[in-house]
């Protein structure tokens, strides 16, 4: 049964430069997916529509069967899905328990811990942790959002190759044990090894790769 | 995390943004409400200038046949607007006589002539009260022995002292007066006071023998009343002086003197004494346009200021509004945050303006207005009409206006500046929260 469905997604700055043609995709939660594709070829702006950041020129996107324009893009942003960004993202005047507590339906203390972060590292400021810390803290913060589809933009591209393991497999438990639908976006082959669906996109089209 | 506390976060987190930000609200906050307090407290000097200044005007009954008699004063004392305050003169020339019908020496040296019939006549002034004659106001004449004349007496005098040195004559003593004309219209008074005069007369040489000081006796209006007109037990004069509440009402007040009956009004003239206080409230009226303008100035000049600082300090936030979008926070609830974070500062900001109002606010309304009372002071006297040694500017009751901040003031800067809040963060935070979530992303990427 899928949760997230894509029919017929078009979508282009311009009337003729298209970006994305004729997206079709359907996602089950439980599994990690990756989209791979060169820089500029429109895989943020796919994670985009899926998230509700944007609408697409043509097509629908639908989460568990309602076309998410319908329900409204906020509200579809707020219940349904979190983001995990390559910058992190974090609101920089706040500790991590904060950061969390921003979209709070689970208790940030457990989820924070669950990633790695200790009880004294959740309540410095963010901009004091390390990279790998911060992007933990945006895992963290995407989890207690308690959504059942995350959408991670290059959640590895500025970590180091230890940390983005850790981050993979955090993931991948989000996927596997939490029941979550986890969408990355990225460059990395590492990642999108470690995913159940891989896909490509090329030339504004979707090619299952896995 | 509601906006609420997210607002309060960001304001105890950004310490150097957020006391930038109270201190130019407080200053706005103050600015606004010293003005609006002087603003308020110009009304309060208008009613000292009113009391102070007080307008009347003069009925001028010189070729009316039995000038102005009681009845028509009483009349006039019942018109809506007068203060009660009046002052009656009369002016007369008279022979003068011992007890015994002799005649008295007067000066002559210095006259430019003796007229015929005036060889042993002298001005009479008849005055409300003696000390209020512009003799004694204006030209130096001072009383050295007795008193002065009231309203209440009848038959009483006031001599020279070198008219009474040169008769013989001190206080107690009779003398009568006779109409120069009317040979047979004599009346006899009692010298009560002597007085002299300080400063020399400036027509010596060109004033008949009558006119000069040392032969100038002052009466009561009822005295002069018989010597004029020729009145037994009633008090006719020339001229009467009626003071008024506003002197705005003076117009109004005259056109309802000049409709009373019975009285030939085209032998009267009625002329109006308000220029003092016209002079004050001009430049009063000078001072609440000063204060109104900088009321708008500060007004427009804060809005601007603020939503400036507001569109630089939220551009640096497009980031943060980014994220809060991302994770399905409304436009709204953003919005609301923002507003918040500058309504929390306000709220403090306002709380202490207040004080630091009252503080100064009095300081600079006095300024203010001991400038508007010297303007006043100085325009009376290059008027001519120069102050008696007692209206110090402090007279004017401006020096005793109160600049302090009432409720209503402060309600209205409440108002003024929540409004500048709302208006200032809507103007600030439109272009920002206008994009799409996904195109604040794109500019923080």
Excluded at chain 1, 16 to 44: D, H, Q
Excluded at chain 1, 187 to 201: M, Q, W
């Amino acid at each position: 049964m899928s949760i997230m469905e894509l029919k017929n997604i078009w979508y282009g700055y311009d009337s003729r430069k298209k970006v994305l043609k004729g997206i079709n995709l359907m996602l089950e939660a439980g599994k990690m997916y990756a989209i791979l594709g060169p820089s500029g070829c429109g895989k943020t702006t796919l994670l985009s529509l899926m998230g509700g950041l944007d609408s697409p020129s043509q097509g629908q996107v639908f989460y568990e069967g309602q076309d998410i324009e319908k329900e409204g893009l906020s509200n579809h942003r707020k219940k349904n899905v979190a983001f995990i960004f390559q910058s992190y993202n974090l609101i920089d005047y706040l500790t991590p328990k904060e950061n969390v507590a921003l979209t709070c339906k689970l208790p940030p203390g457990p989820v924070l811990e669950k990633v790695g972060l200790t009880e004294e590292e959740s309540k410095r400021n963010v901009l004091k942790l390390s990279g790998g810390q911060q992007q933990r803290v945006a895992i963290a913060r995407a989890l207690a959002a308690d959504a059942r589809i995350i959408l991670a933009d290059e959640p590895t591209g500025n970590l180091d190759e230890e940390t983005a393991e850790e981050i993979t497999r955090i993931l991948k438990e989000c996927a596997h044990q939490m029941n979550k639908c986890v969408v990355v976006v990225t460059h990395s082959n590492e990642l999108a090894k470690e995913a159940d669906e891989v896909f490509r996109l090329k030339k504004g089209v979707l090619i299952h790769g896995k | 995390m509601n906006g609420l506390k997210r607002a309060w976060l960001h304001l105890i987190r950004k310490k150097g943004t957020s006391l930038l930000l109270f201190f130019f609200l407080l200053i706005m906050a103050t600015l606004l409400l010293i003005c609006l307090s002087i603003q308020s407290a110009t009304g309060t000097a208008n009613a000292n200038i009113k009391k102070a200044l007080m307008g009347y005007f003069t009925i001028n009954a010189k070729q009316l046949d039995g000038g102005i008699d009681e009845k028509t004063r009483e009349k006039i004392l019942e018109i809506d607007g007068l203060s009660g305050k009046y002052k009656l003169r009369t002016y007369s020339y008279a022979s003068y006589y011992d007890a015994a019908g002799n005649p008295l020496e007067i000066d002559t040296e210095g006259a430019l002539e003796i007229p015929e019939g005036y060889e042993n006549a002298g001005k009479i002034v008849a005055n409300s009260n003696s000390k209020d004659d512009t003799y004694f106001t204006e030209a130096g004449f001072e009383l050295i022995e007795g008193r002065g004349i009231t309203s209440d007496d009848k038959n009483k005098v006031l001599i020279h002292e070198d008219f009474a040195a040169r008769n013989n004559l001190s206080i107690g003593d009779t003398i009568m007066l006779g109409d120069v004309t009317e040979k047979d219209r004599i009346i006899e008074a009692t010298v009560i006071g002597i007085f002299t005069n300080t400063e020399e007369q400036d027509s010596l040489g060109v004033a008949p023998s009558y006119d000069l000081y040392d032969n100038i006796i002052f009466t009561d209006l009822s005295t002069a009343s018989y010597l004029l007109y020729g009145t037994i037990g009633k008090t006719n004069v020339e001229y009467g002086d009626f003071y008024v509440d506003d002197p705005d009402e003076l117009d109004r007040i005259m056109k309802e003197v000049q409709e009373i009956e019975d009285v030939t009004w085209e032998n009267c003239t009625l002329t109006r004494y308000d220029n003092d206080y016209q002079n004050a409230k001009e430049s009063l009226a000078g001072l609440q346009n000063i204060v109104f303008i900088a009321i708008v100035a500060v007004f427009l000049l804060s809005l601007a200021v603020l939503s400036l600082f507001l569109v630089l300090r939220l551009r640096g936030r497009i980031h943060e509004t980014g994220i809060y979008l991302a994770m399905g926070i409304s436009k709204g609830a953003v919005l609301l945050q923002y507003l918040l974070e500058v309504v929390i500062i306000a709220i403090i900001a306002l709380v202490l303006s207040y004080g630091v109002s009252s503080a100064i606010g009095n300081k600079i309304g006095h300024s203010l207005f001991s400038q508007v009372t010297t303007e006043t002071y100085e325009t009376v006297e290059l008027n001519g009409n120069e102050l008696e040694k007692t209206n110090e500017p402090e007279d004017l009751g401006l020096s005793k206006v109160e600049v302090s901040v009432s409720a209503q003031d402060y309600q209205i800067v409440w108002g003024l500046m929540m409004g500048i809040c709302i208006v200032s963060i809507t103007l600030a935070s439109y272009p920002v929260l206008k994009m799409k979530p996904k195109n604040i992303l794109s500019q923080m990427s």
